[in-house]
């Protein structure tokens, strides 16, 4: 199979809609990246207990879990977000 540059699948990717974007996960490591960044670009919790803490903080450690923006707490409820 011949090596394709992340540059030419970054091309590739700008006419693709994000919605199929995010369901081509499984071709190559850079739509991963990007469908994934599109999938979670935002993520509500909306109740946090322990349990769901110790499981993010794992997915953290592991480097599953990027938090590349701050959480802050949701005004009307408290919960970070």
């Known amino acids: 199979m011949i090596d394709i540059p992340r540059d030419i699948w970054l091309h590739i990717a700008e006419f ?3 919605p199929d974007l995010c369901s ?3 071709v190559n490591s850079v739509f991963f990246e990007l469908g994934m960044e599109a999938r979670y670009r935002e993520v509500s919790i ?6 769901i803490v110790r499981k ?3 997915l953290m450690q592991v ?5 590349q923006h701050p959480l802050t707490p949701n005004p009307l409820t408290g919960i970070l977000q």
Do not use: Q
């Not at 480097?63 to 938090?67: F, I, K, R």
């Open 16 to 18: 693709i809609p994000e």
């Open 63 to 67: 480097g599953l879990l990027l938090v």
């Open 46 to 51: 909306s109740y946090l207990e322990d349990k």
């Open 56 to 58: 993010l903080v794992r």
């Open 24 to 26: 081509m996960i499984t």
